[in-house]
């Protein structure tokens, strides 16, 4: 059920957000999730933003974050208020959709689309509030449902002359003022109107070069708005539509946005328009092309938004950029910019310092954070445009090492935050992976076109011979002397660092001693019968990470439905660990500092939550299990003493957990 974070006056409140609906075992939250759809309360006083998280509610004249509620599962794709403001809707990734009394945020009504993860792409209230409406991930259905009983009223189909060749980032729904008609977003950049007590489709509109993004119906029912992608306005008289080829009773190209517009209609039935070029979002009357305003942000020329909401009086404009959503009131002669941060995109990777104080983390798009481990705090942050995917600390503790998916390694000083203290970078190679020696400063890289390098502190950066195929992990041993490389497709290998040669390849094939395997069960037995049956069947790919134990001893890695453990001395396989059901893909693997545990995080397989599971390297037990993220646990690291573990996600959070009554 829900997670009451702030409750009635008179009453105790926890202000201390990073607690708020934290999972069992964890101490703390960085991060407030990805944001995925927002919506104002119909009186303007309060936002509700959807994110991966939950669905979090702010009030508008302070961003106090008041709520944070729907988080069973999270990963909120829509939401909308009911035109009274009483209730909220939500949908998810999984297509679920509820409604939610906002003033006790319970749950009132639940529905499901019927369509396996068919995710919830827009909802939206009837104007009398009778009815919700629910577009999904595909274009197949349009749902309509009773809001308060959850009963079905309507479900619109797709023609299969109509067959999308592919899915839109998003499908828009519109009711008409009077209820009646609805109208929804349908393949090849067209549109549909149905009429919602005879489910009759009347009309399908043509007439965009791109996707459409936005339908928003006249407070007077006469005239319907269609926005693109490309940011083209058309609007259509509502009387004509069922003509045999309508035509737009104007057609607008804003030269002040190069986005998808937002849409929405002030008291007076103004359209107007909000979009985004450069660094600033223009309002502008549609009809009459008149800038109304324009608001100075500090968004990036070139960059893009990912998400505008306007109030329902059209005074309040709600934008998403990078990890802060900017909450303006233009209704206001010289408007100014407030702003809730900490919604960042997603964590792919993190560390902490040698000395334990500090935790790195590093953001798809928004930098990289330093974080005070003791105070739960924000000490500085390294901006960096691209999405960081490992972050690695020098011994001494001085320097960190960024990869990302762009072309380019960088070093920093971890005392300026200016520009990196090194940079290097291949031409058309990506997904750098890093990892210093744990002696000394010498860097190792890694990229997508299987080429590792060795940086020496210097100007100096020499290569290795290994073979041209993506890298997706490297690890290296605790005296420095020897890298383990793991290949999305091929065996993993190990080399001698001085020598630059290869030492041996890390076998992959189908391990047929029964006594080395440990984990589940089922899954044990299922496998044993997979390799009775087909003796030449081709090796695991190893498409997770790889990493050497504290002690040098153990070398770990990341297969589907396994996690193999191979000697460091004789490189034979000497456990096979396998995994069960909803964590068949190891998307994460860290060594406890002592080397007698192994944690392993898991990838988006169906279950609402990832598990976080603590390995015992000796007998392969599963000593504890965390439900931690709601999706991918992207990357985990512990702390020097192992009484902290910090995992990372795709969710747009990091989590601390408590280890000491484990280790």
Not at 68 to 85: C, I, K, Q, W
Not at 181 to 188: C, R, W
Not at 486 to 507: K, N
Not at 601 to 615: C, E, F, H, P, T
Request: overall charge negative; glycine content about 8%; hydrophobic content about 40%.
């Amino acid at each position: 059920m829900t997670h009451l974070q702030r409750v009635a006056q008179g009453r105790d409140i926890n202000t201390d957000i990073t607690t708020w609906a934290l999972p069992e075992g964890a101490m703390a939250r960085f991060g407030r999730g990805r944001v995925a759809d927002m919506a104002f309360a119909p009186n303007g006083n309060s936002l509700a933003v959807g994110s991966c998280l939950g669905v979090w509610l702010y009030d508008v004249s302070t961003l106090t974050p008041l709520y944070l509620f729907d988080t069973e599962r999270g990963m909120v794709s829509a939401l909308a208020y009911s035109p009274n403001g009483v209730f909220i809707a939500t949908g998810n990734w999984d297509g679920d959709i509820k409604v939610w009394e906002v003033n006790s945020q319970r749950c009132i009504a639940k529905m499901k689309r019927e369509g396996q993860f068919d995710m919830a792409s827009q909802l939206v209230f009837s104007p009398d509030g009778r009815c919700l409406a629910s577009s999904g991930g595909r274009y197949d259905a349009i749902y309509v449902w009773h809001p308060e009983t959850g009963e079905q009223v309507a479900n619109f189909t797709v023609d299969e002359s109509l067959q999308p060749r592919h899915r839109p980032p998003h499908i828009p729904l519109s009711f008409s003022h009077d209820g009646r008609l609805l109208a929804g977003a349908t393949p090849e950049n067209t549109f549909s109107v149905w009429h919602l007590e005879s489910c009759e489709r009347i009309a399908c509109v043509a007439g965009h070069r791109d996707y459409v993004s936005v339908l928003l119906f006249s407070p007077c029912g006469q005239f319907l708005t269609s926005a693109d992608g490309t940011g083209v306005l058309h609007e259509w008289d509502v009387n004509t539509l069922t003509a045999k080829e309508p035509r737009a009773c104007f057609s607008v190209m804003p030269t002040d946005a190069t986005s998808v517009p937002a849409l929405a209609y002030l008291t007076d039935s103004t359209l107007i328009a909000a979009g985004k070029s450069e660094n600033t979002v223009t309002v502008w009357d549609v009809k009459h092309s008149n800038k109304l305003r324009v608001l100075r942000s500090e968004l990036e020329p070139g960059g893009r938004e990912r998400l505008f909401r306007f109030s329902s009086s059209g005074a309040q404009l709600a934008l998403v950029w990078k990890d802060e959503i900017q909450v303006w009131d233009i209704g206001e002669p010289f408007p100014r910019k407030n702003t809730i941060r900490e919604h960042t995109p997603v964590y792919g990777a993190v560390a902490f310092s040698p000395d334990g104080n500090t935790l790195a983390s590093g953001s798809w798009g928004t930098g990289i954070r330093l974080w005070d481990v003791a105070r739960l705090a924000l000490q500085k942050t390294f901006e960096e445009e691209s999405a960081i995917r490992s972050l690695d600390f020098s011994a001494c503790g001085n320097k960190l090492a960024s990869g990302s998916y762009d072309t380019a390694v960088r070093i920093w000083d971890i005392r300026k935050v200016d520009t990196p203290l090194a940079e290097f970078a291949e031409d058309g190679k990506s997904a750098w992976r890093v990892a210093f020696s744990p002696k000394g400063d010498t860097l190792f890289c890694a990229n997508s076109a299987g080429h590792l390098y060795v940086w020496d502190g210097g100007q100096n950066r020499t290569a290795f011979p290994v073979r041209t195929k993506h890298i997706t992990s490297l690890s290296v041993s605790p005296d420095g002397k020897q890298v383990a490389i793991a290949y999305f497709d091929g065996p993993a290998e190990l080399w001698d660092v001085e020598s630059r040669h290869l030492i041996t390849e890390l076998s992959l094939v189908g391990v047929r001693e029964r006594a080395k395997y440990k984990g589940d069960t089922r899954a044990i037995q299922q496998c044993l019968r997979w390799l009775e049956k087909d003796v030449e069947r081709s090796p695991i790919q190893l498409k997770g990470p790889i990493v050497f134990s504290p002690c040098g001893s153990v070398i770990a890695g990341g297969l589907f439905r396994e996690i193999r453990l191979w000697d460091a001395t004789t490189y034979e396989i000497c456990m096979a660990i396998r995994l069960p059901q909803g964590c068949q893909r190891p998307e994460a693997l860290t060594f406890s500092p002592c080397g007698r545990y192994l944690v392993s995080g898991a990838s988006w397989q169906g279950s609402a939550k990832m598990s976080i599971r603590l390995w015992d390297v000796a007998t392969g037990e599963n000593v504890a299990t965390f439900w931690s993220h709601p999706t991918d646990v992207q990357d985990m690291a512990f702390s020097p003493d192992g009484t902290l573990l910090a995992s990372a996600s795709f969710d747009g959070t990091l989590l601390l957990w408590d280890m000491k009554p484990y280790l």
